[in-house]
């Protein structure tokens, strides 16, 4: 019944199309002499029932022209088939691809239009988006964004919660030219179980498989201007990161796992040979072959596949103190020494069997102490493609002094135990790390405090205060986008620091703007190392502000 409505809907909107065109307009071009660069094709799936479905295609036109030539190419996942098609020819197979020109009767695509033609196929659980679409020979999707001119790495995370408590979408990526700035993405975050393997919950503080893929994406947010449909097995934000990459090849992404909330149990998980080798494979199974758990209508085997081009390690922290709730062991340096090369192994395994290579990194301490408890950084280092350095909270509210919170060279003014950029990543250095390996982090937000004397500078730093500032999300943080719009501060810097904060003589915010993160991104290129991390991308303003400077910084 649904496929039938569909039909019928698409014929009067192929009927419309076809019709008015013709009698006000001079005949429309043909394939060869349109533009295919002004050719698009969004897909959805709009229906899905035991073993078929309905796939909705339209092609958009945003020549000045009409177009009554075209033809479309495109392949479907393995397990997809085509069954019937209406309102365009169809020929071609599942082995083979499938090709698709007007229909007989013949089909203008208007200037400024679209036109949309729909079809039933059949499935075996998976995904039914296009692959290896074309449309007039160039990429459905509009041609590939080919990258970064420069070869430093710019990574960024991305939350998971972003979305709906931030108002930030994957798309957003695209609209504030972020994505086109950027190496890498790594998802925050996947959570590892009490019996140790990575999982899928939307059990409140244990993980949201609802935003991961199963929240149906408008298409107002979409990156590609198509709505999920509300039966396609992969949706949300993983459905949108598979998007981007259509349109930004180069972009990786990879799942970032632990952070400070979720690495309870990853002393646990890399406890022995055993645990350490079936957490690895529930994470490589879960995130790399994308076999992910069928949740309220979503997932499936192998939905998943392709959305992620590695595992990002962030266990806070091995051997040492994180968040409260975890377990700590003395072994586990040793044991996560073992966990890191049993990712290794396990990554080069896929690898082999799919021609890919599968990247490992890892979020790294600042604080020589933490580095000596819990990382044997000869016997890792190898296995990273790459590491990203904390390069911030050196200070913060859970402290009752205002202080930087990522300087990048001492100052030599705080009175307390000294930390920056500069011996955080010299304390790397010593102990053998490649330079070029070293992504250094940097904060796309602020620490703050309220209840702060001006102090004999008058500028409130190092003075004492009363607690955290109101923050828009929690007190005692605050986005660069929130902060920057703020009134009634005197904005301070130090140059040599490599830092800013705001001060009104209550009120006092350390943070980073485009110049102190363009400075902190020379020292990054001036000293060898691999690039810049961002936490996190959505603390950037509407127009990327502080990733353009940043990227400006590395294309020097």
Aim: net charge negative.
């Amino acid at each position: 019944m649904s496929s039938r409505r569909l039909r019928n809907r698409l014929a009067v909107v192929a009927a419309a199309v076809v019709v008015a065109p013709i009698a006000l307009f001079a005949p429309p071009v043909t394939a060869e002499e349109a533009d295919a660069a002004d050719l698009r094709v969004t897909y959805v799936e709009s229906a899905r029932w035991n073993t078929g479905y309905t796939g909705e295609i339209t092609v958009h036109n945003a020549s000045g022209t009409e177009l009554s030539d075209w033809t479309l190419e495109f392949d479907l996942p393995e397990g997809s088939g085509v069954h019937q098609l209406w309102n365009a020819t169809l020929e071609g197979s599942a082995e083979d691809g499938y090709t698709v020109t007007p229909p007989h009767w013949g089909a203008t695509i208007p200037a400024g239009g679209t036109y949309e033609f729909g079809f039933n196929g059949i499935h075996t659980d998976g995904n039914s988006h296009l692959l290896n679409c074309t449309i007039q020979g160039s990429p459905c999707a509009g041609e590939p964004h080919q990258g970064l001119q420069h070869g430093d790495l710019s990574v960024a995370y991305f939350t998971q919660w972003g979305v709906e408590e931030r108002g930030y979408q994957v798309r957003d990526l695209i609209d504030s030219g972020s994505a086109e700035k950027l190496t890498h993405i790594n998802y925050a975050f996947g959570n590892v179980s009490a019996d140790g393997e990575c999982f899928m919950t939307n059990e409140p503080e244990q993980g949201d498989a609802q935003a991961d893929y199963g929240r149906v994406v408008p298409a107002s947010e979409s990156v590609d201007g198509a709505a999920d449909g509300p039966n396609q097995p992969l949706r949300g934000n993983f459905n949108q990161l598979r998007k981007l990459k259509e349109q930004y090849p180069n972009l990786l992404v990879s799942v970032s796992l632990g952070g400070w909330n979720w690495s309870e149990h990853f002393s646990d998980a890399a406890l022995t040979a055993e645990s350490r080798e079936r957490f690895v494979r529930s994470c490589v199974d879960l995130y790399l072959k994308g076999d992910l758990p069928l949740i309220d209508g979503a997932g499936g085997e192998g939905v998943g596949y392709g959305v992620f081009d590695g595992i990002d390690l962030d266990w806070e922290w091995p051997a040492s103190d994180g968040n409260p709730h975890n377990v700590v062991r003395p072994e586990d340096k040793e044991n996560f020494t073992a966990l890191v090369q049993e990712f290794r192994d396990q990554l080069d395994e896929l690898g082999e069997e799919t021609g890919r290579h599968f990247e490992l990194s890892s979020f790294m301490p600042a604080g020589p102490w933490r580095i000596d408890t819990g990382y044997e950084l000869d016997e890792i280092m190898p296995n990273f493609d790459f590491i990203t350095v904390q390069g911030y909270d050196y200070h913060g509210t859970w402290e009752s002094v205002t202080n930087h919170q990522s300087n990048l060279a001492p100052d030599p003014r705080d009175p307390g135990d000294v930390i920056s950029t500069q011996t955080t990543v010299q304390a790397y250095l010593d102990r053998g790390v490649d330079p070029e390996k070293i992504v250094l982090g940097v904060p796309f937000y602020s620490q703050g405090w309220t209840g702060v004397e001006p102090g004999p500078e008058g500028d409130g730093l190092f003075q004492p205060a009363q607690g955290p500032a109101p923050g828009t999300y929690a007190d005692g943080t605050e986005d660069y986008r929130n902060l920057k719009e703020l009134s009634g501060f005197d904005l301070y810097r130090d140059d040599d620091l490599g830092t800013a904060w705001l001060y009104d003589g209550e009120t006092f915010w350390t943070f980073d703007d485009e110049v102190s993160m363009t400075q902190k991104t020379d020292w990054v290129t001036d000293n060898g190392l691999g690039g810049v991390m961002i936490w996190s991308i959505d603390g950037d303003d509407a127009e990327g502000s502080l990733l353009s400077a940043i990227d400006a910084a590395l294309g020097k």
